[in-house]
């Protein structure tokens, strides 16, 4: 059932990104050279130890934050060098969001969380698709509730419905599962990996948990800022295993 | 603790800034006041230094008289007396070389006795001599200067007849650093010219020098044995009486200014108040912290306190020394050259005590709600994860509605008690502000309730038309209705002060301006100068001569008693114009002839009067008569309130002389024509002045301008101060919101975006704070006006312009208010601000 796409064709590409934190002696190379294709149509997770720099490359990837030299590009677009307000634009249009937590604005309801990156771009959804993502998303019934209203499981699935909602080149998730009981962060992981099998949606995960790395179709892994492994269509015990050679 | 406290402090001082600012402001404006007091004062008491040189003993006469001539000699012949001289002062208007009045503001000059003995002379000859024949005068130095007199020129002055007279210049004279005379023209003159000019014959004082040697206690002693009735002092105590006199009218400024200060206090309470309150939900995990590692409630409650204690010291150092600047600005600026003369700026222990007593009492007290709250905190809020805010909505709408239905109740039934009630004027006056006063508090109280509906009312159609931003700043203006509602509650305060003000003045003019219209179908107003009320009688005589002049009616008035009340009498010469003039609400026109009365109703003599009663009027100098009152007119009166015929006035009054006179141009003759025949009379009389209505009109309308603009400035304090609260609590927000704001900026938010919403956010309060502040203030302006004007219905004027101005001025300055901190907001880096708890 899985519609693997052409390797030619990028999500998102990094290429001889280097990421430094502050100067002189206080300098801390986060990124040291790392070139990474991200495959359109598949769930990459990202992993590594604490500090090796997987929130950074994430962050770099997405155009939150600014590189010190390389390049980053989402689908066929150079992100590098844009102005700000061109780079929120690319964000907003082209690139989905689910963070670990204060995923969602309190003042707004659920339904108004998931339009907010469509209302900010002046469109409307597509209403049909909106439909279906909100049934897929068992989200129906609490649209017009406040986040503080909601659980935790519920709050992370009104994130994915809105990075969902406007179709983009690829949707970034940080630690997603991170706050989550293992039921909601399972019931959570499963909505990313059925938008990828099922929607051909681009998935860029970071996560420290090799249970939710297995939900992807590709693991990458990270140490010291630099790209140490990669493990095709893994499991929870190959990623621990990668991830006990990285320590040792 | 304390450590703890001084360390939090530290940490979080840029927090406090506003509420250090607020204070420095409010303690600022009360400080500066008390400044100026004690410097113009001071400056004060210097000024009659120079009229009390060399005067070891003055004699003054009792209230409104005058000493007579041989009190001279009597002082003289007081043992241990060296030198006497008398000195006299009255009214002499000076000419210019063109023949118009030298003046100050339509006052006259004064002329002053030469004086016999030259130590005890009140001036210093800096030219000439001294004048001592009958048609010798000297002028003092601005004067000469303004003028372009030289010795040996001959200038005119007018005396009490108003008819010109020549005097050559033979001396210029000073009075030191003495502005005593205040830009008057002050003409020195023989006793015998003076006498002949101004009709003087006695001294307004006499001072001596004592005998060397000889104590000053025991001679105004003696001397009070001889001269019973006059007021004796000493040298020093007479200067000080001189400057007291002065300082009164000082007092009564101050006065007013203070009211204004305390307004400032207050909108400075709500924005420290507001501070504490953010800063303490803020950090409620560590209150909490603090609770786990076992600080007492006590303790945090302490801690709080001293915290505001420090901001309030510090406040009110710095409120201090801008006070001193600014009492030292007004003084320069309003007095100098002015009424006061110039001195350094006095700084006495009454404006720091109040400083300091102000600034920490208006702290701590604002502190206070806020570090109970503090107490309130779980120790179990430490560990618990998640956006550490205090829930204001725990708090229960009936600790709201409950004081607010309270007060409102009070203040309703107050104003409607005053706005009924006909009894004493400033009395039901007093009723309606104060009703005012306490509806306006249940509003403050309340508006928690409504700021969020309303906001979200104001913000509905800009949201439909600007998408995101402005909802997104609706929804943030909307969380925290406690918070907003004090930082709107400032500008509530500051712009509903204005506004009533803006609206009683504004109607007051179109009230005054709708009586000349309907009132006074004349043309041309001639009245005297201030200082000497009356017109000659030949005015009018000579007015009435002129062809192009159709109709010349003199007014006169008097003061009288009706059974008993004191009233002011009038009377019009000309009975068709009486009637006219007179809006009677009950009884007929047709009926005012000799023997009869028509009374205003607003008068206190006339109160529980009716169409029917009879009145006996009594003058001072013992005329008195029975009259029928014939009808009532409403209104405030140009022509007396209680209005008799003009052969009743005469037989009466057989002394009075026109204070005005009505004149209305004959038909078909131009204005250009009318004025110039008016003013062919009027020319020769230069202590009168001819107004045409419109003039008049203009006049009325200027100085209500005025009184706006002045009742402006004092409130521009408040109004910054809650501008500051605004930039404040905004600031404070968006720190609060730092995550939030990233993550928006993450979805999608442009940098300019997110300024537009905080900046959005801050013109809603704006709007929303000025908008009920100005509601408020046109009821209460125009419900106060009502009961001025007892009696009728004054023409409500609302000034649609300038309230719509100062709306539109209050949403500009509070989004400018925003434009530092939405910078700061929109500059913030994503990343670091997503990672930031």
């Known amino acids: ?248 | 603790m304390i450590r703890t406290t001084l360390a939090g402090l530290r940490a979080h001082k840029l927090r406090l800034v506003a509420s250090a600012l607020a204070i420095v402001l409010g303690v600022g404006f009360v400080a500066g006041i008390l400044v100026f007091n004690d410097t113009a004062k001071a400056a004060l008491l210097d000024e009659f230094a120079r009229a009390a040189k060399n005067v070891d003993l003055a004699v003054q006469p009792p209230p409104d008289t005058e000493l007579p001539l041989s009190t001279v000699d009597t002082l003289r012949a007081v043992p241990g007396v060296s030198a006497v001289d008398g000195r006299m002062r009255a009214e002499l208007p000076l000419l210019d070389r063109r023949g118009r009045l030298v003046g100050n503001g339509g006052e006259p000059g004064v002329a002053i006795s030469a004086g016999t003995v030259p130590a005890l002379r009140g001036y210093d000859v800096q030219a000439g001599q001294v004048p001592s024949g009958p048609t010798e005068a000297a002028l003092d130095a601005d004067t000469v200067a303004r003028t372009g007199y030289r010795l040996g020129d001959t200038v005119t002055v007018l005396d009490r007849q108003q008819v010109r007279q020549p005097l050559t210049l033979v001396g210029i004279v000073g009075f030191g650093t003495s502005k005593q005379f205040a830009g008057q023209a002050v003409v020195v003159l023989s006793p015998d010219a003076m006498t002949r000019l101004t009709g003087v014959t006695g001294y307004r004082e006499v001072v001596a020098t004592a005998v060397a040697g000889t104590p000053v206690t025991a001679l105004v002693a003696r001397a009070g044995s001889v001269l019973p009735a006059a007021r004796i002092s000493t040298g020093d105590a007479y200067r000080d009486d001189l400057a007291n006199d002065a300082i009164s009218q000082l007092t009564a400024f101050r006065t007013v200014l203070l009211v204004f200060a305390v307004i400032a206090c207050v909108v400075s309470a709500f924005v420290i108040y507001n501070t504490f309150t953010i800063l303490m939900a803020q950090r409620v995990r560590e209150l909490a912290l603090l609770r786990c590692v076992g600080a007492r409630r006590g303790q945090i409650f302490t801690s709080v306190l001293l915290e505001s204690t420090v901001v309030g010291l510090i406040g009110a150092g710095l409120g201090l020394g801008l006070g001193i600047g600014v009492g030292y600005g007004l003084f320069s600026g309003v007095g100098v050259g002015g009424p006061l003369p110039s001195h350094a700026v006095v700084l006495t222990a009454v404006p720091i005590v109040a400083a300091f007593t102000i600034g920490v009492l208006v702290t701590v007290a604002s502190a206070v709600i806020p570090a109970v709250r503090a107490t309130r905190v779980s120790p179990l809020a430490a560990l618990r994860a998640g956006p550490s805010t205090m829930g204001p909505r725990t708090r229960r709408r009936m600790l709201l509605i409950v004081p607010a239905g309270l007060a409102g109740g009070v203040g309703t039934g107050l104003s409607i008690v005053g706005s009924t009630a006909h009894g004493d004027a400033e009395f039901d006056t007093l009723l309606v502000v104060a009703g005012g006063l306490a509806n306006f508090l249940a509003v403050l109280i309340v508006s928690p309730l409504f700021v969020g509906p309303f906001t979200a009312a104001l913000g509905a159609l800009p949201g439909r038309w600007f998408g995101s931003p402005v909802r997104l700043a609706v929804a943030n203006a909307r969380r925290n209705p406690g918070r907003t509602a004090a930082t709107t509650a400032t500008l509530m305060i500051g712009l509903g002060l204005m506004s009533a003000a803006t609206v009683s003045l504004s109607t007051v003019r179109a009230t005054a301006s709708d009586q000349l219209t309907q009132h006074y179908p004349f043309d041309y107003v001639v009245t005297p100068s201030r200082s000497t009320p009356t017109i000659p009688t030949v005015v009018a005589e000579r007015l009435r001569a002129q062809p192009g002049l159709g109709l010349v009616a003199e007014v006169r008035t008097s003061k009288a008693t009706v059974d008993g009340r004191d009233i002011v009498l009038g009377s019009l010469s000309d009975a068709t114009v009486a009637r006219q003039a007179l809006p009677l609400t009950t009884g007929s026109v047709q009926d005012f002839r000799s023997g009869s009365v028509i009374l205003y109703a607003s008068a206190p003599a006339a109160q529980g009067k009716h169409v029917g009663d009879t009145v006996s009027v009594s003058t001072s100098d013992g005329h008195r008569g029975t009259y029928l009152v014939v009808g009532l007119v409403a209104g405030r009166s140009q022509t007396g309130d209680a209005v008799l015929t003009w052969e009743d006035f005469a037989h009466l009054v057989p002394a009075a002389v026109d204070d005005s006179v009505l004149i209305r141009a004959a038909g078909g003759v131009n204005p250009v024509d009318s004025r110039a025949a008016v003013e062919s009379v009027t020319d020769d009389y230069p202590l009168v002045t001819v107004q045409s209505l419109a003039e008049w009109r203009a006049q009325i309308t200027q100085s209500v301008d005025t009184l706006i603009a002045v009742v402006g400035a004092l409130l521009a304090v408040a109004i910054i101060i809650a501008l500051i609260g605004i930039m404040n609590t905004l600031s404070l927000s968006i720190l609060e919101r730092t995550r939030e704001s990233a993550l928006t900026r993450a979805l999608g938010l442009t940098r300019g975006q997110l300024r537009a919403t905080l900046l959005a956010e801050a013109l809603l309060m704006g709007l929303v704070g000025s908008a009920v502040g100005i509601a408020f203030g046109l009821l209460y302006g125009w419900a106060t006006v009502r009961v001025i004007f007892t009696g009728f219905a004054p023409v409500v004027s609302i000034p649609v312009g300038p309230l719509s101005a100062y709306l539109a001025a209050a949403g500009v300055a509070a989004v400018l208010a925003a434009v530092l901190p939405a910078r700061t907001a929109a500059r913030a880096s994503i990343v670091s601000a997503m990672a930031e708890s």
């Open chain 1, 1 to 248: 059932m899985r519609t693997v796409s052409a390797p030619t064709r990028a999500a998102a590409t990094v290429t001889d990104l280097v990421k430094v934190y502050g100067a002189g002696d206080t300098a801390v190379r986060a990124l040291d050279g790392i070139s990474v294709h991200f495959g359109a149509g598949q769930f990459t997770a990202i992993m590594g130890p604490s500090g090796s720099g997987k929130s950074t490359l994430m962050h770099c990837a997405a155009g939150l934050d600014t590189v010190t030299s390389g390049t980053v590009s989402i689908g066929d677009t150079p992100i590098t060098g844009l102005s700000d307000k061109a780079l929120t634009r690319l964000r907003r249009d082209r690139v989905g969001f689910v963070f670990q937590s204060f995923n969602l604005l309190p003042t707004l309801t659920a339904a108004q969380n998931i339009r907010l990156p469509l209302d900010l771009a002046g469109r409307a959804p597509d209403p049909d698709w909106y439909r279906h993502l909100l049934d897929l998303l068992g989200l129906t019934d609490r649209l017009h509730h406040l986040p503080a209203q909601l659980s935790g499981g519920q709050q992370q699935r009104v994130a994915c419905a809105r990075a969902l909602l406007s179709r983009p080149d690829v949707i970034f998730a940080d630690e997603p599962t991170g706050n989550l009981d293992s039921r909601s962060g399972a019931a959570v992981l499963d909505i990313l990996r059925n938008s990828v099998r099922e929607l051909g949606q681009s998935i860029v995960m970071v996560t420290h948990d090799p249970s939710a790395a297995a939900y992807a179709d590709r693991v990458i892994l990270l140490a010291d800022g630099r790209l140490v492994g990669e493990l095709a269509d893994p499991t929870a015990d190959r990623v621990l295993d990668a991830l006990r050679e990285l320590g040792a």
